[in-house]
């Protein structure tokens, strides 16, 4: 198994095919409202699998970047003209509600597993992946943020050592992604997913478990908050976690890292 302290080096084929239609985009002076050429082009132009431009996409589509119109296509879109919940692509079978509430119970116990499996080679990565997508928030792209957040938190299943979690998790793959991605729409809040991150890994560093579990949680009810799911949590903006400083950096020196 490819450990995710070598995964975040080079990004996955949707998120290259991804990153290939942007610059198309760029290159065509494509505005909002504009259609980008058809999968079947996109395949062809880019040298990648339909299956890969499907994906790459279906992710834009998620940040908020494209808009898919059955029928038409798909359409150049700006970010700031939808909320989150409006780029939810799985109403039919699960609630953007219900995927926090899964994941606000289940991810916390896979972190308390997998901290006592990592080396300091995982924490290392982990820290990494956090900076990478602090750096991401800076430059406002979505798509590179959208790839390290799915980095951090899959380590988190691959090292928790449980088969059943891991199963469950693969198994809710796309659901789970889409969850950690729809918040990027805003993209002014990316920064707050990354100082969210760092937290975790803070405590992680000294060997508070709890607390890193904890921070985990707010994380979780934090990115539902700005979904617009209060009932998981209601902390504005921009406030810090409020952890005891024996236990970790607080969250002014740890966004101060990561400006």
């Known amino acids: 198994m490819q450990i995710a302290s070598e995964r975040h080096i080079k990004p996955s084929v ?4 991804a990153e290939a239609i ?14 980008i050429p058809s999968e079947r082009s996109l395949a062809a132009s880019l040298n990648a699998s ?25 359409f150049v879109s700006e970010p700031a003209t939808f909320a989150p919940q409006d780029r ?10 219900e995927i926090y509430e899964y994941r606000r119970a289940v991810e916390p116990a896979a972190l308390s597993m997998a901290a006592r499996r990592f080396t300091h080679q995982h924490i290392a990565a982990l820290r990494k992946s956090a900076e990478a997508l602090a750096e991401a928030a800076r430059e406002r792209n979505s798509l590179k943020a959208a790839e ?6 899959t380590m988190i299943y691959d090292q928790c ?32 997913t990354a100082l969210e991150h760092m937290q975790v890994v803070a405590a992680l560093e000294t060997g508070k478990i709890e607390v890193a579990c904890s921070a985990l949680v707010h994380h979780i009810e934090r990115a539902a908050y700005r979904c617009g799911i209060s ?11 409020r952890f005891d400083a024996s ?6 020196d740890t966004k101060a890292e990561t400006s």
């Open 14 to 17: 949707p998120v290259r095919v």
């Open 22 to 35: 942007q610059r198309v985009i760029v290159e065509n002076g494509l505005k909002a409202g504009d259609k």
């Open 50 to 74: 339909r299956t890969s431009v499907r994906e790459a996409v279906s992710m834009l589509e998620t940040l908020g970047l494209l808009q898919v119109e059955v029928g038409r296509g798909a």
């Open 88 to 97: 939810w692509r799985f109403n039919a079978a699960y609630s953007l509600k």
């Open 148 to 153: 390290q957040d799915t980095v951090f938190h």
């Open 161 to 192: 050592g449980n088969r059943l979690l891991q199963e469950m998790h693969n198994r809710l793959e796309a659901a789970i992604q889409g969850s950690q991605w729809v918040p990027m729409v805003i993209v002014e809040m990316m920064t707050d």
């Open 231 to 241: 009932e998981l949590g209601t902390w504005p903006s921009g406030q810090g976690l």
């Open 247 to 252: 236990d970790h950096q607080t969250a002014a």
